[in-house]
């Protein structure tokens, strides 16, 4: 996607922050960035109860994540051989919602992305394979291409800490939550 059009989405201060959230050692600058970006989602303001740790509200979100994601999984009509993909999706998503729950952040950051790009492909078939995808995402649902923009960004291995992981799968969960 051209870096121009994304600037028409997305104010500069959440682009550099995106680049921080990316670049940071530090788990506060990472936790800070990633709550900048949130603006971009719209709503900020709930983002950042979920991203203090003691509040207990990650929680609440992956809860509201596997149910939402759930529903979206079963109620996506999807040609018969992508099937066995919706029930696969499944699996991957109890799996990774185990993972969060005890606290294994980073054993379910690349799990993440795998659950995030079957979803997508099921929602949106093979043209999510393809390079304009991001651009045709952010120009019928500015929202959702923004959300993609931010996947697209995070890179899909990281030696991260659990703090820098969870802030980062938390971000992606609480856009998907709430789409």
Known sequence: M?????????????LDAM????????????????IT?????????????????????????TLSFQRNLELLIQKTWVEKS???LKAQVQLQLNEFCKNLETHSYQKAYTPF???????VYLMFGSQTKSKEFAEYALRI?????????????LPRTAAWSEQKSR??????????ANY
């Not at 709503?43 to 509040?55: H, L, N, R, W």
């Open 2 to 14: 051209e870096g121009n059009l994304i600037e028409q989405f997305v104010e500069k201060k959440a």
């Open 19 to 34: 680049n921080t959230l990316v670049n940071t050692q530090s788990d506060d600058e990472a936790v800070s960035a990633a």
């Open 37 to 61: 970006v949130s603006e971009a989602f719209g709503e900020s303001e709930p983002f950042k109860s979920i991203a203090d740790v003691k509040t207990g509200m990650g929680q609440k979100l």
């Open 82 to 84: 992508d099937e066995d």
């Open 113 to 119: 992305f795998s659950i995030v790009d079957n979803v």
């Open 141 to 153: 649902d500015p929202e959702f291409g923004i959300f993609w923009w931010y996947m697209q960004n």
């Open 167 to 176: 802030i980062a799968i938390m971000l992606g969960m609480y856009f998907l």
